[in-house]
């Protein structure tokens, strides 16, 4: 009744429908030592492989069930329990919640496969980009995000800028956008009392390296959720303690979350694609009156709230 290879070990929640324990004839025939030891076996089988079944070996069975009396409540014990073609016993309603369970792990694997790869796919990437600006003498700079490693690989790879260090490479980007800037507002100055035109977008220039990596990471990740365009002070303090939280506080094991900034993005995008799960975050299902246009805003992930949200109440399947 169950997949050969169902195997439920380390999930010790079985699902104990109430309703329809108290109107069974199990419930309503059995006398107190039948009942306790047909819950027993129905608990034991749980853990046994494949989930949900148990041997057909009344010597274990007996052991199993912690019944000192056996033989008188063998009959009511396994009631519903049937024999199938690979000689053990199922019972039809423990079987059905264990497929579910195992249905779950096996997604929740798949999902953690699936986050992995794409782990992996990005440090590769970023090792690839960092050697491709090493052979032209360029050295990445220090916790670079993935999109600035490849602006520098664009500017000095395939537009063929060598020997330039990524801080020169920098200052001449700086120089160039400050003259046409200038030459701009020059070319922007009339005789009469009209608006400027041509005025520059909010950029990102001045943010520590480690932020913008943080707000690449997001727009990554998480692109369904409202973009980062202004970087206010409220956004940049909570990115502040949130970084702070990761780099000083342990796990449940005592070993640190991140030792340094390139850890400290590492467990972030760990974050990030468990956040995808949360059906709240992610604006799934049904919201409450008064927030039914609410989309989670890059600070509040990074608030304490939003860390509780995710690591405390979110399926790894949603």
């Known amino acids: 009744m169950t997949p050969a290879d169902c195997d439920l070990r380390g999930m010790p929640f079985m699902p104990l429908e109430t309703v329809r324990l108290l109107d069974s004839d199990l419930f309503i025939l059995s006398s107190g030592d039948q009942f306790k030891a047909a819950v027993a076996l129905w608990c034991k089988s749980w853990n046994q492989i494949p989930g949900g079944s148990l041997p057909d070996n009344d010597q274990i069975l007996e052991a199993l069930s912690g019944s000192k009396v056996w ?35 096996v997604d929740h694997r798949e999902t953690n496969e699936s986050r992995n790869e794409r782990q992996a796919r990005w440090r590769k990437k970023v090792k690839e980009m960092s050697e491709l600006l090493r052979s032209v003498n360029v050295t990445p700079p220090m916790n670079a995000s993935l999109a600035e490693l490849e602006r520098l690989v664009l500017l000095h790879v395939d537009n063929h800028v060598d ?73 940049e303090q909570a990115a502040k303690d949130f970084r702070h939280w990761v780099l000083t506080t342990p796990r449940r094991d005592g070993t640190p979350r991140a030792n340094d900034d390139v850890e400290f993005l590492a467990w972030t995008r760990d974050y990030f694609e468990r956040a995808r799960h949360n059906d709240f975050i992610m604006g799934r299902g049904a919201r409450s009156p008064g927030h039914e246009n609410w989309r989670c805003p890059f600070e509040w992930l990074l608030s304490a709230k939003g860390m509780q949200k995710v690591i405390e109440q979110t399926t790894e399947a949603a």
């Open 71 to 105: 033989k008188k409540v063998r009959e009511m014990a396994l009631r519903g329990w049937v024999k199938c073609s690979d000689g053990r016993l199922y019972h039809p309603v423990v079987a059905q919640n264990a497929i579910q369970a195992w249905e779950s792990r």
């Open 163 to 235: 020997g330039q260090t990524s801080t020169e490479a920098s200052t001449q980007a700086s120089l160039v956008d400050d003259s046409e800037t200038a030459n701009k507002r020059r070319d922007s100055k009339g005789t009469g009392k009209g608006k400027k035109r041509g005025a520059k977008a909010p950029t990102s220039a001045g943010l520590p390296t480690w932020l913008q990596a943080l707000i690449d990471l997001w727009h990554e990740v998480l692109p369904e959720l409202p973009g980062v365009v202004v970087m206010n002070a409220e956004r």
